[in-house]
T-cell receptor
Framework: KNQVEQSPQSLIILEGKNCTLQ??????????LRWYKQDTGRGPVSLTI?????NTKSNGRYTATLDADTKQSSLHITASQLSDSASYIC????????????FGAGTRLAVHP | EAGVTQFPSHSVIEKGQTVTLRCDPI?????LYWYRRVMGKEIKFLLH????????ESGMPNNRFLAERTGGTYSTLKVQPAELEDSGVYFC????????????FGPGTRLTVL
């Protein structure tokens, strides 16, 4: 069964600290893996997209890693800011020509001052 | 450039009534997707349009749901008759290409069926 699992379910950190979110997937055949940020009441916004041949990609203070062999990904947030408080969703694209996305349940991050 | 827009932002209806959700994709995007997040669960795929054609509707839960994209521009998703389990947030997304292209999401329509 094609699944995406994320951990932790929720996380609280202090402003300025770093954190790492985890994603494991069983989607096959795999096309690419995306991390999205979703603020409350808004739609998801793409942070990174990685194919199986890429093992790291950065977008500002966000760095995603991918190990296609172990089917694991992580999203590292550096020097967190209050505005980083959101849900972070790992999404795997199912290779079938039509870019079908399989979503994880998300990690809810709260950054406190 | 305007993003993906959805209307209404919220809808509260009674069981058995009909509701129509609308999505306006980013201009020029041939691919339009509908997704749904039911309370406490992950976002799930409903269907995919390429222009006005349904490319993949494998995620549509049942025949109470009807999606259209006449003319290949905006899309509507009608639920008739609505049931309690249809409550959730319905997202629309659009993209220019397929495999490696970013999907841009709208803000979603929160549907509550009482």
């Amino acid at each position: 069964k094609n699944q995406v699992e994320q951990s932790p379910q929720s996380l609280i950190i202090l402003e300025g600290k770093n954190c790492t979110l985890q994603c494991n997937y069983t989607v096959s055949p795999f096309s690419n893996l995306r991390w999205y940020k979703q603020d409350t009441g808004r739609g998801p916004v793409s942070l990174t997209i990685m194919t199986f041949s890429e093992n790291t990609k950065s977008n500002g203070r966000y760095t995603a890693t991918l190990d296609a062999d172990t089917k694991q990904s992580s999203l590292h947030i550096t020097a967190s800011q209050l505005s980083d408080s959101a849900s972070y969703i790992c999404v795997v694209s199912f290779s079938g020509g039509y870019n079908k996305l399989i979503f994880g349940a998300g990690t809810r991050l709260a950054v406190h001052p | 450039e305007a993003g993906v827009t959805q209307f209404p932002s919220h809808s509260v209806i009674e069981k058995g009534q009909t509701v129509t959700l609308r999505c306006d994709p980013i201009s020029g995007h041939d691919n339009l997707y509908w997704y749904r997040r039911v309370m406490g669960k992950e976002i799930k795929f409903l269907l995919h349009f390429v222009k006005e054609s349904k490319q993949d509707e494998s995620g549509m839960p049942n025949n109470r749901f009807l999606a259209e994209r006449t003319g290949g521009t905006y899309s509507t998703l009608k639920v008739q008759p609505a049931e309690l389990e249809d409550s959730g947030v319905y997202f629309c997304a659009s993209s220019q290409g397929l495999t490696y292209n970013e999907q841009f999401f709208g803000p979603g329509t929160r549907l509550t069926v009482l």
